[in-house]
């Protein structure tokens, strides 16, 4: 998700986001999951399904040791060809695992997930009483077909709804592009959070490519962005955004934590256009005192914005696998 309707409030500001030659483009942080998403997403169920149909029996077909971990990995590398080369300048970040302060965010896939498991009980109900009444003299078969395609067009999307890149999915990933020659980060958390850490000790220097508009907001360089509409690579230099956008470094830093994001919810009736106006009038020095300012207008407690204070403040993740981690908190040195 990232920080709700910053991109397109950018392109509604003018702000400047020139396309770049990918082929000239060295040293850069690739946040796999992000820009690729909605690709390894589609891939990911269609290989699933496709691994189902063989051998409908099982409810949920295991990819991490199947021949189905090996057909994804296959084609996110063909997708990463496309525009970068496998070589020690261009590093690939996979998500780790789950976060408590990502929970909001991960609720609401599952939330999704287990709407997509219920609708496919549904039709899958529906679909046996299609054919129990295939007997009946007094259907339509024609009628009768059109129904029967609906419903498995719907369910196959439901089904789809209901498969997650978990991970398990994600170590696959991250061991087989490996295995082709990517330089491949597993990070322990969450990617932005690894890059970001990353830029924090290299100020000024970091370039990500991501469609992840939080890394706007992670002390990045340079933000390489695929244009959802034409494909072709935007650029963002980070520094000159602020400088449109008239804010420093720490007001931008907090517009982030108080706008709707995978970690908080913004104040009923905010934007991150009002957010922006609030914390640009903030004259506190600091990230802390200008979010208290901004509380203090909005007559709110500033702890509702923990978990993204945790992320855009200091970069620190709770690791909700307690087998590898025992629950501890990680402000994670890269």
């Known amino acids: 998700m990232g920080i709700e309707n910053v991109f397109r409030f950018l392109e509604e500001k003018g702000v400047e986001a020139p396309s770049v030659d990918m082929n000239l483009v060295q040293d850069v ?43 994804l990995v296959q084609a996110v590398h063909r997708k990463l060809l496309q525009t970068f080369r496998p070589n020690a300048s261009t590093r690939i970040h996979v998500d780790g695992y789950p976060t408590a302060q990502k929970k909001k965010g991960r609720e609401n896939r599952q939330k999704q997930r287990a709407e997509g498991a219920a609708t496919l009980s549904d039709l899958a109900h529906q679909i046996e009483q299609i054919a129990d009444s295939a007997t ?24 789809a709804k209901a498969r ?40 000024d220097n970091i370039v990500v490519a991501s469609s992840d508009s939080d890394h706007l907001f992670h002390g990045a360089k340079t933000l390489l962005r695929q244009d959802p509409r034409t494909r072709s ?42 957010n922006l106006d609030l914390v640009r009038d903030c004259d506190a020095p600091d990230r802390q005192g200008i979010l208290d300012q901004y509380c203090v207008r909005l007559v709110e407690d500033a702890h509702r914005y923990g978990p ?26 890269h």
């Open 29 to 71: 942080e690739v946040d796999l999951l992000a820009l690729n998403f909605s690709y390894i997403r589609a891939t990911h169920q269609n290989i699933l399904y496709r691994e189902f149909r063989k051998s409908p029996s099982a409810r949920d077909t295991p990819i991490a040791p199947s021949t189905a971990s090996s057909k």
């Open 136 to 159: 009946s003299t007094s259907v339509n078969p024609r009628a009768q077909k059109r129904r029967l395609i609906r419903s498995a067009r719907k369910a196959r999307t439901s089904w």
């Open 164 to 203: 997650v890149i978990d991970t398990a999915t994600r170590e696959s990933l991250a061991r087989g592009l490996r295995e082709f020659g990517w330089t491949v980060c597993r990070c322990v958390g969450e990617a932005d959070v690894c890059i970001a850490n990353t830029a924090h000790q290299s100020p």
């Open 233 to 274: 690579f935007t650029t963002y230099d980070i520094q000159k955004v602020q400088e449109t956008l008239e804010v420093n470094q720490e007001q931008w830093a907090v517009a982030a934590v108080v706008t709707n994001n995978d970690y908080t919810k913004q104040v009923r009736g905010q934007t991150f256009a009002k």
């Open 308 to 333: 993204a204070m945790d992320i855009f403040f200091n970069r620190v993740e709770t690791i909700e696998d307690a087998a590898t981690s025992n629950d501890r908190n990680l402000a994670m040195p």
